[in-house]
């Protein structure tokens, strides 16, 4: 009987100890659940931060860039457009009347490309590949350029495109003011797993040291990390630069 009681004893025991070990490991398990999820929103927030603090500089960049175009352009043109206007002698001068009735549509025009500048239209309205192509279109002449497309291209939320959007013109910009090509490549892959955008030219290339440097390629790496998508930069001289960037689907 006794050695039955003692028997019952240690089992209560032994229980104990395994009941308060499964406690004790539950509780580091809860603990260490908790910890991971606290470092992963930690994570989140300064992603999020990251982001934003990204998209301000683009749109600071995009505020610099509309009023240099002002001033520059605009200003320059109705400044000119004021002293033949003032002069007494304009209106009684054909030669005058027709330069004047030549700088009002150069005027309407230069709005209406800062209007696009601030927002593109045609890509709410007509989507991003011809959006694409008619940005193509506007300088084949000068810059022959391919565009191919892998899968059908899905259709994403519009901040999204207008930063892709912003990106492909900006290379094409620095290619058309630097890169001395005879032809450009804007290839987009769009998968189940991801978005790819590679951007080439046969131009002279350039030192990916002016990533740091450069205003207009500064542009192109802040919208990068606006969409939270990751880039690659390959450039040598003489054997022209490539931009690859890829987005998560």
């Known amino acids: 009987m006794v050695v039955k009681t003692q028997y019952i004893i240690v089992m209560i025991l032994v229980l104990s100890i395994i009941i308060l070990f499964t406690f004790v490991s539950y509780r580091a398990y809860i603990k260490k659940i908790l910890n991971e999820k606290s470092l992963q929103r930690q994570l989140e927030l300064e992603h999020q931060k990251k982001v934003a603090l990204q998209y301000t500089i683009v749109q600071e960049n995009e505020r610099k860039r509309i009023a ?16 033949w206007i003032n002069n007494e002698d304009t209106w009684n001068n054909e030669r005058s009347k027709k330069i004047i009735a030549q700088q009002i549509p150069a005027l309407i025009e230069a709005v209406r490309t800062i209007s696009h500048s ?130 998560p689907t």
């Not at 240099?68 to 000119?80: A, M, P, Q, S, T």
């Not at 990068?224 to 022209?240: E, P, T």
């Open 118 to 247: 601030l927002y593109p239209v045609n890509l709410e309205r007509f989507g991003l590949i011809l959006t694409i192509e008619a940005l193509i279109s506007n300088v084949n002449e000068s810059l022959p350029i391919q565009l191919l497309l892998n899968h059908k291209y899905q259709k994403r939320p519009i901040y999204f495109e207008v930063q892709i959007y912003r990106i492909i013109q900006e290379f094409l910009s620095n290619v058309i003011k630097h890169a001395k090509a005879t032809e450009m490549l804007i290839h987009i892959r769009d998968t189940d797993i991801s978005l790819a955008i590679i951007l080439s030219d046969n131009g002279v290339g350039f030192d990916t040291d002016l990533l740091k440097k450069g205003m207009g390629l500064k542009n192109i790496e802040s919208r990068i990390q606006s969409i939270a998508a990751i880039s690659k930069w390959k450039s040598k001289k003489d054997k022209g630069s490539r931009l690859i960037i890829k987005f």
């Open 68 to 83: 240099e175009v002002l001033h520059d352009d605009v200003g320059n043109k109705l400044n000119i457009l004021s002293l």
